[in-house]
């Protein structure tokens, strides 16, 4: 089967593939944001009395945690789990994990939150 930048042809499956890049990695960032701003509000404000975060001063500071920690060694890389697929496949699972782990943290954090208040 061919790759989906091998069917768009050439320079154009580059560009396209620059813009899908583009698009995965500011959804992912507005994601996270989100999901870092409700949390930081509902527990880091309440606890520790912190000014609450918008969301964009929260990708803002996520971006910040996540260039210290990112010397943090991983056992596995996204290459090595999305092993098989194409780029688009690549791309299309780190946006599925970004949606998915912001998901499961919005959810946790909501019940503890319903239980404190």
């Known amino acids: 089967m061919r790759g989906f930048g091998e069917f768009?042809?050439?320079a154009l499956?580059?560009?396209f593939g620059l813009f899908l890049f583009v698009l995965t990695m500011m959804?992912?960032?507005i994601i996270n944001g989100y999901v870092f701003s409700i949390i930081w509000n509902w527990f880091v404000v309440?606890?520790?009395h912190l000014p609450a975060l918008t969301v964009g001063s929260a990708i803002g500071v996520y971006f910040v945690v996540s260039f210290l920690l990112a010397a943090v060694a991983k056992d596995q890389t996204i290459a090595e789990l999305s092993k098989g697929y194409g780029w688009l496949g690549k791309l299309f699972y780190v946006l599925l994990v970004q949606v998915g782990m912001g998901a499961s943290v919005l959810g946790v954090g909501w019940v503890i939150h319903?239980?404190?208040?």
């Open 8 to 10: 768009l042809g050439g």
């Open 13 to 15: 499956g580059v560009v």
């Open 27 to 29: 959804l992912c960032s």
């Open 46 to 48: 309440t606890a520790v």
């Open 114 to 117: 319903f239980f404190n208040s």
